[in-house]
């Protein structure tokens, strides 16, 4: 079983309606992002999640909510999905990337296998 | 002008060929760098960390070059398994703290053929 679950992995809906994306981890990870993806523009950050007590918006946030509902479960909706929503949308998780400048280890994202949405 | 800038591509190169990449980055407070592969319809996946020294990993050879602030992978004797996006990432840790802002180049295709 894959340490990065994302729910539903295809998704196709129409303008206005609301959608939500679910994450899973079983890597113990306190960190969970949510990316999307769209051809030439790379993978950019929605919002991301230090822990349960801690969210914060990356740089494309407007359109999106996320909600934190333990150290494993991370979830993005979308109150009004848009057509301009339509991508491949990544969770992915860390750890610690630094500490006091000593390297804890590489802070290497985990992704999960990708949910595809379509808004028509 | 982008935080993180990749050429496109696609490359396209025969089995045994020498390829290289490379990747800017515009944020000279850029601390960590790292080299992501991404199959086809597939996740991202860590290919290697990039270190100052530069690092090697079998056919893979990373580099980095603060003063002209770029980063490249070299890719010796490819194989039509090394066909996949290759993904650049440079974390910019800000203002001390842990985190650093990742920011992800939009990738270079490479496609091996026979």
């Known amino acids: 079983d894959a340490d990065v679950t994302q729910t539903p992995r295809n998704r196709i809906t129409k303008t206005g309606k609301r959608i939500m994306l679910e994450c899973s981890q079983t890597?113990?990870?306190?960190?969970m992002y949510w990316y999307r993806q769209d051809p030439g523009l790379g993978l950019r950050l929605i919002y991301y999640s230090f822990d349960v007590k801690d969210i914060n918006k990356g740089e494309i946030s407007d359109g999106y909510s996320v909600s934190r509902q333990a150290q494993a479960k991370f979830s993005l909706s979308l109150e009004s999905a848009i057509p301009n929503q339509t991508a491949l949308y990544f969770c992915a998780t860390s750890d610690l990337p630094w500490t006091s400048g000593i390297r804890a280890n590489t802070g290497e994202l985990f992704f999960g296998e990708g949910s595809r949405l379509t808004v028509l | 002008r982008k935080e993180v800038e990749q050429d496109p591509g696609p490359f396209n190169v025969p089995e045994g060929a020498t390829v290289a990449f490379n990747c800017t980055y515009s944020n000279s407070a850029s601390q960590s760098f790292f080299w992501y592969r991404q199959d086809c319809r597939k996740e991202p996946k860590l290919l290697m960390s990039?270190?100052?020294s530069g690092n090697e990993d079998g056919r893979f050879t990373a580099q980095l070059n603060r003063a002209s602030q770029y980063i490249s992978l070299l890719i010796r004797d490819s194989k039509l398994s090394d066909s996949a996006t290759y993904l650049c990432v440079v974390n910019s840790n800000a203002g001390g703290t842990s985190y650093g802002k990742l920011t992800f180049g939009q990738g270079t295709i490479l496609t091996v053929h026979p």
């Open positions: 990039v270190y100052s």
């Open positions: 890597k113990g990870h306190d960190r």
